[in-house]
């Protein structure tokens, strides 16, 4: 079974443009979650997305977005790049909703890095 | 807020010998993932520990959870070179009904031969 995809693997902007990833996840997985990764702040949660629904959202501005498509893949989109934005941007993906009755592993996809200059 | 503690954040090893890495959290939570992330690379899954009492195993690491106390812990056993990586421990909390993650800062294990 293949696994978490995400494109692109790298990525370069600059301040004040905007950005998406995308995030494939393994086949028959309807949730995708987002996380970001800094080495000041560690790993925070973006969004969760099942069956095209945002479930729920961490403590990001409004400028984060995401959505999912009937296919379960998935994007997110930054924009007005900060310096800040600067990340490794990972997504999981699972079978079952975060906290649903199940044991709701995630696996993660290999990244998106962003650097913003 | 719930605020999630690792400690240590950087524990040093020999091969072969046993140490444990603890996970505080601040508020009630039910449900507590165990992550481990090589340099460079992305997280990948360990433990997901659904209630209070469960232990789990996998080879030379046992986690545990103890929700009463809001506590974690992963123990390793006879560690060897392989088991060098960050080690981060998530804690789900719910926002009418949907639940989130969040982090400890990780524990980066080195273990020397």
């Known amino acids: 079974k293949a696994g978490v995809t995400q494109t692109p693997r790298y990525l370069i902007k600059t301040r004040g443009q905007q950005v998406t990833l995308s995030c494939s996840p393994i086949?028959?997985?309807?949730?995708v979650s987002w996380y970001q990764q800094t080495p000041g702040q560690g790993l925070q949660f973006l969004f969760e997305?099942?069956?095209?629904?945002?479930?729920n959202k961490g403590n990001f501005p409004g400028r984060f977005s995401g959505r999912q498509f009937s296919n379960s893949r998935s994007e997110m989109n930054v924009s007005t790049l900060e310096l800040g934005d600067s990340a490794l941007y990972l997504c999981?993906?699972?079978?079952?909703?975060?906290?649903?009755?199940?044991?709701?592993?995630?696996?993660f996809g290999p990244g998106t890095r962003l650097t913003v200059l | 807020e719930l605020k999630v503690e690792q400690n240590p954040l950087f524990l040093s090893m020999q091969e072969g010998k046993n140490y444990t890495i603890y996970c505080n959290y601040s508020?009630?939570?039910?449900?507590l993932y165990w992550y481990r992330q090589d340099p460079g690379k992305s997280l990948e899954s360990l433990f997901v520990l659904l209630s209070n009492g469960a232990v789990k195993q996998e080879g030379r690491l046992m986690a545990s959870l103890d929700t009463k106390a809001r506590l974690s812990t992963l123990h390793i056993t006879a560690a060897v070179h392989d088991l060098s990586a960050t080690y981060f421990c998530a804690v789900l909390s719910y926002n009418t009904n949907a639940g989130k993650s969040t982090f400890g800062d990780g524990t980066t294990l080195t273990v020397k031969p």
């Open positions: 086949s028959g997985h309807r949730s």
């Open positions: 999981a993906s699972s079978s079952t909703p975060l906290g649903s009755g199940g044991a709701d592993t995630q696996y």
């Open positions: 508020t009630t939570s039910d449900r």
């Open positions: 997305y099942f069956s095209e629904t945002q479930r």
